[in-house]
């Protein structure tokens, strides 16, 4: 299984990413999806998931309303949209899928492939 997250950059505050998250030998249809991210210093925190049996979307309280992930079945891909950017955003940021069927989580340890971290940094 391999994931592999694209389209972080430097964006300034107020502006948005589009991040994307190719996955290869697992279904995105039958397995939950996560973001995740990593400030300098920080532990690794949950950011949103997808669930694989209904769509239904798990945020953390500082993106709500802000983020939005969401899934392509046929591209076996998972999206990450930021919108609304703020300086405190700035991060790693990492997908993972979970094992076939199993509920979505916030829990890192429910994730068990993770892709390779793609840098987003917002600007003041």
């Known amino acids: 299984v391999q994931l592999q997250a694209s389209g972080g950059g430097l964006v300034q505050a107020g502006g948005s990413l589009r991040l994307s998250c190719a996955v290869t030998?697992?279904?995105?249809?039958?397995?939950?999806m996560g973001w995740f991210r990593q400030a300098p210093g920080k532990e690794r925190e949950f950011v949103a998931a997808?669930?694989?049996?209904?769509?239904?979307?798990y945020y953390v309280d500082s993106v709500k309303g802000r983020f939005t992930v969401s899934r392509d079945n046929a591209k076996n891909m998972v999206y990450l949209q930021m919108s609304s950017l703020k300086p405190e955003d700035t991060a790693i940021y990492y997908c993972?899928?979970?094992?076939?069927?199993?509920?979505?989580?916030?829990?890192?340890?429910?994730?068990?492939?993770w892709g390779q971290g793609t840098q987003v940094t917002v600007s003041s």
């Open positions: 997808i669930s694989w049996s209904d769509g239904s979307t």
């Open positions: 030998g697992r279904s995105v249809s039958i397995s939950p």
């Open positions: 993972a899928v979970g094992r076939r069927l199993a509920s979505t989580s916030r829990g890192r340890s429910s994730y068990d492939y």
